[in-house]
């Protein structure tokens, strides 16, 4: 069981920041992918982003690109996700998921093993 809890969500106005954090717990070491994913208000949860948990490599949701870069502090088992110009549209909740198995689609939602409860971002226009 991996234990994941998201931290750094507030309300911010469009052009602002955020960053947001997910601390792993448990049986971390069986991780091999992180992501995150958000869902706005009568919208299905979608992909955002994710990283490959031994080689860095990473994914972004074309909406996002440029804009967020998600990053791993494996020592800390940490993943964080930083969020520049943010837009309205970028309000949502944002949970961090992790994946235990090799070789799997990490912008697919059922690729993820473990969801953390999610943080809530709003920015205002």
């Known amino acids: 069981q991996v234990h994941l809890v998201e931290a750094g969500g507030g309300l911010v106005q469009a052009g602002g920041s955020l960053r947001l954090s997910c601390a792993a717990s448990?049986?971390?070491?069986?991780?091999?992918?992180m992501g995150w994913f958000r869902q706005a208000p009568g919208k299905e949860q979608e992909f955002v982003a994710a990283?490959?948990?031994?080689?860095?490599?990473?994914f972004y949701a074309d909406s996002v690109k440029g804009r967020f870069t998600i990053s791993r502090d494996k020592a800390k088992n940490t993943m964080y996700m930083q969020m520049n110009s943010l837009k309205p549209d970028d309000t949502a909740v944002y949970h961090c998921?992790?994946?235990?198995?090799?070789?799997?689609?990490?912008?697919?939602?059922?690729?993820?093993?473990?969801w953390g409860q999610g943080t809530q971002v709003t920015v205002s226009s």
């Open positions: 990283i490959n948990w031994s080689s860095c490599s990473t």
């Open positions: 998921a992790s994946d235990s198995t090799p070789g799997t689609d990490m912008k697919r939602q059922n690729s993820y093993d473990f």
């Open positions: 448990g049986r971390t070491f069986s991780t091999v992918a």
